[in-house]
């Protein structure tokens, strides 16, 4: 059995345990977005230099600055998607997967430190269990694409992925060049082009799944969810409805995973942090079967 942890603090336990249902967060709104952009840069850095040498010499602007015209595009494209009405967009659920026996039996402790200073709750769920709710919410729910993926810490542009990934954007750069001048004489690979729709997705996903190395102590296993914007009529399970996208009082956009059938997703475990109320049996009623009981019980100060 591969274990996910989710650690939670106490008001999260209630809630996941009461709607049997977990919040995926649109990307834009994570706890630091900034994350999300390590992979962006990297690949947008290497487009526009791919870009650059494309040109010719006299073509070549001297103050050309590649930092700062990164840094316009990521503003670009965080104001496009917020300007969205949120389908089509990344929505993100995380989970850490521990690799070694006490990882699994008392928790990960720079997570427990950075997720719930030792006063939450680690819940733990059998890896095949949160694929089969998956399953479950695409066949009731219209999705673009749903499923689990593994975060790689750094970047190596060595990968088919990155090359690939860097050329369409250098592509796509220099499409907007030669739109903007007729003076350059240099022919686009339009045939190698994809669809903005299916390049914006593959770079969501990327960059989602590319974080910081000083992120590594994380070791995350991710949802993503591509909500779809309209239902779909299918033959052998009947129509897909159009997810709803919620919005909480602070702004942040979400939907709701798993809430449209039951028993719903149930851990196997719940560890209780050192630091944390451990009289709980109210709130783990709610499921059946109940998940067994652990104890972080970590040497802190």
């Known amino acids: 059995m591969h274990l996910l942890s989710h650690y ?44 650059l040498d494309l040109l010719p010499n006299e073509n070549r602007r001297a103050d050309y600055d590649n930092l700062a015209i990164s840094e316009s595009a990521e503003h670009k494209l965080r104001e496009f998607f917020r300007s969205s009405d949120g389908y089509g967009n990344l929505y993100v659920t995380s989970f850490a997967r521990g690799n070694t026996d006490d990882h699994d039996e008392r928790g990960i402790r720079p997570l427990w430190e950075l997720y719930t200073k030792h006063n939450g709750y680690c819940l ?5 269990d949160v694929k089969r709710m998956l399953d479950l919410e695409s066949s009731t729910a219209n999705y673009e694409w749903l499923g689990l993926k593994e975060v790689k810490y750094g970047v190596d542009k060595n990968t088919q992925e990155f090359r690939e990934l860097s050329f369409q954007l250098s592509q796509k750069l220099l ?42 102590d994380e070791r995350e296993v991710r ?20 997810k709803e996208i919620r919005s909480r009082p602070d702004g942040i956009k979400y939907i709701a995973l ?4 039951r028993p719903g997703l149930v851990p196997r475990r719940v560890i209780i942090g050192t630091k944390a109320e451990r009289d709980i049996d109210s709130i783990l009623s709610n499921y059946s079967p109940r998940p067994a009981i652990a104890f972080a019980n970590m040497p802190i100060a």
Request: a neutral charge; glycine letters at 4%.
């Open 175 to 216: 499409l907007q060049i030669l739109q903007s001048r007729t003076d350059i004489r240099v022919e686009l690979k339009s045939e190698r082009m994809w669809a903005p729709a299916r390049l914006y997705r593959r770079v969501m996903d990327y960059c989602a799944t590319h974080k910081d190395p000083c992120f590594e």
């Open 223 to 242: 949802i993503f969810a591509y909500p779809a914007a309209t239902a779909d009529a299918r033959v052998f399970t009947g129509i897909a409805f159009k």
């Open 258 to 261: 798993g809430e449209s059938w």
């Open 8 to 51: 939670t603090c106490s008001a999260g336990l209630k809630g996941i345990a009461e709607t049997r249902a977990f919040w995926a967060t649109n990307f834009l709104n994570l706890n630091d977005s900034s994350e999300f952009f390590y992979g962006w840069r990297k690949l947008f850095e290497t487009a526009s230099s791919m870009t």
């Open 124 to 128: 733990q769920f059998d890896a095949e």
